[in-house]
């Protein structure tokens, strides 16, 4: 069964460092990964997502994600978090079920 | 990107009654469309799997007489929540892919619907 892991569940940074969230799934085959994001009182959006190609994949508002096949890992990164980035962050896979399944969340907070 | 619509956004019944909620594309046509259930401060949990014209497939643990799914066209799904409990009380949320772009993977998300069970 397809599962996903996030491993920090509240991160608290200040404006302008850098941001690194974990994910690693369990899957034995193919996989989609996506990032999305929601923010406070707001429904989910999509940040972005790997299907195939190059690993390293750009998103909106400058974030981006490295797919790491043999660690299972989609880790998103932003060099420069803002305070408008204070969010929840869910990284989600679909395998070939098509079901797309979610890991735990991350909180982010940014102080300005 | 695609639009997916939630109704109603909020709302708050008694216990023992039902309640219904609509989730719509609005500009595609959905195939399939999965529910999804969020606690506070929790991940999204994936309820049931809708699709146009058949039975939903529900996953494990989740009760298909207490949550009722129907798909009738390829742009309405609906969740009606039987019996209703305080335990039932949470944010609702559907999402629908668009059939003619299945390859993409890519699924929409309503804005949810909060149901508050007294």
């Known amino acids: 069964a397809q599962s996903v892991s996030q491993h920090n569940h509240h991160v608290i940074l200040s404006e302008a460092a850098s941001l690194e969230l974990g994910c690693n799934y369990s899957y034995g085959g193919t996989v989609n990964l996506f990032w999305y994001v929601q923010y406070p009182g707001q429904h989910l959006q999509l940040l972005l997502k790997y299907f195939s190609g190059d690993p390293l994949v750009k998103g909106i508002k400058g974030f981006e994600a490295e797919f790491i096949k043999s660690k299972f890992s989609f880790n998103l990164r932003k060099p420069s978090v803002q305070w408008s980035d204070t969010a929840e962050y869910f990284c989600?896979?679909?395998?070939?079920?098509?079901?797309?399944?979610f890991g735990q969340g991350t909180t982010l907070q940014v102080k300005p | 990107g695609a639009v997916v619509s939630q109704h109603p956004s909020w709302v708050i019944c008694k216990s023992g009654t039902s309640v219904k909620i609509e989730c719509r594309s609005l500009?595609?046509?959905?195939?399939?469309m999965f529910w999804y259930r969020q606690f506070p401060k929790q991940s999204l949990m994936l309820m049931a799997t809708s699709n146009e014209g058949s039975k939903a497939t529900y996953e494990q643990g989740v009760e298909k007489d207490k949550f009722l799914i129907n798909h009738a066209s390829l742009t309405l799904s609906t969740l009606t929540v039987t019996s209703a409990h305080p335990e039932d009380s949470s944010f609702y949320i559907c999402s629908a892919r668009d059939g003619l772009a299945f390859g993409t993977g890519e699924l929409f998300f309503g804005e949810g619907s909060r149901l508050t069970v007294l």
């Open positions: 989600a896979v679909k395998g070939n079920t098509g079901k797309l399944i």
């Open positions: 500009d595609f046509q959905a195939t399939t």
